[in-house]
């Protein structure tokens, strides 16, 4: 997977995610905070545009265009994106956590359901209004993860040092 590694989110991307996020199951546009900073813990209208922002960062390091396909997620359970030769699902990952210990996480029901073949890392700084591409793990990479319990349910759980580095462009 060729892509950049950092993608500086600017107004147009942090609008974008907004209404992306408030057409998502379970959301109301006037819900969602339209403000940089927000905490997001336990409001699923702002996970929802956290989740759209790394997909956005993602789709404009990607693909070199910031754009979010709805027919392949509309219910949020689905691939985010295809590959660009159209082989791969690819989930999208985001986390506002910026340390050491930043792990890409995926749910044990959500890989059950309907597994990805490509899960991709992106950590969202939001004081500095950029995002980085930490990395990405196979379907494989995944199965054989970890099993840790954040506090809401199980998750297989890979420490972002351990993840497949993309080409970086």
Same mark, same amino acid.
């Given at each position: 997977m060729?892509?950049?590694?950092?993608?500086? *989110?600017?107004?147009?991307?942090?609008?974008?995610?907004? &209404?992306?996020?408030?057409?998502?199951?379970?959301?109301k546009?006037?819900?969602?905070?339209?403000?940089? &900073? /927000?905490?997001?813990?336990?409001?699923?209208?702002?996970?929802?545009? *956290?989740?759209?922002?790394? &997909?956005?960062?993602?789709?404009?390091?990607y =693909?070199?265009?910031?754009? %979010?396909?709805?027919?392949?997620?509309?219910?949020?359970?689905?691939?985010?994106?295809?590959?660009?030769?159209?082989?791969?699902? %690819?989930?999208?990952?985001?986390?506002?956590?910026?340390?050491?210990?930043?792990?890409?996480?995926?749910?044990?029901?959500?890989?059950?359901?309907?597994?990805?073949? *490509? =899960?991709?890392?992106?950590?969202? %700084?939001?004081? #500095?209004?950029?995002?980085?591409?930490?990395?990405?793990?196979?379907?494989?990479? *995944?199965?054989?993860?970890?099993? #840790?319990?954040?506090? =809401?349910?199980?998750? =297989?759980? %890979?420490?972002?040092? #351990?993840?497949?580095?993309?080409? /970086?462009?």
């Amino acid at each position: 997977m060729e892509m950049n590694k950092e993608v500086k *989110i600017d107004p147009e991307m942090f609008k974008k995610a907004h &209404e992306v996020a408030s057409k998502r199951v379970g959301c109301k546009s006037e819900n969602v905070k339209t403000k940089w &900073e /927000y905490n997001w813990f336990g409001k699923p209208e702002e996970h929802h545009f *956290i989740g759209a922002l790394g &997909e956005l960062c993602f789709a404009s390091s990607y =693909y070199g265009i910031a754009l %979010i396909d709805e027919s392949l997620s509309p219910s949020g359970d689905h691939q985010d994106f295809k590959s660009k030769d159209n082989k791969w699902t %690819i989930d999208v990952k985001t986390s506002t956590w910026w340390d050491d210990d930043v792990h890409l996480k995926v749910t044990k029901r959500e890989f059950k359901k309907k597994p990805k073949d *490509i =899960y991709v890392l992106v950590q969202y %700084i939001k004081k #500095q209004k950029r995002a980085v591409v930490a990395g990405y793990a196979t379907r494989h990479d *995944i199965a054989q993860a970890d099993v #840790q319990n954040y506090g =809401y349910e199980d998750v =297989y759980s %890979i420490p972002a040092k #351990q993840l497949r580095e993309p080409y /970086y462009s």
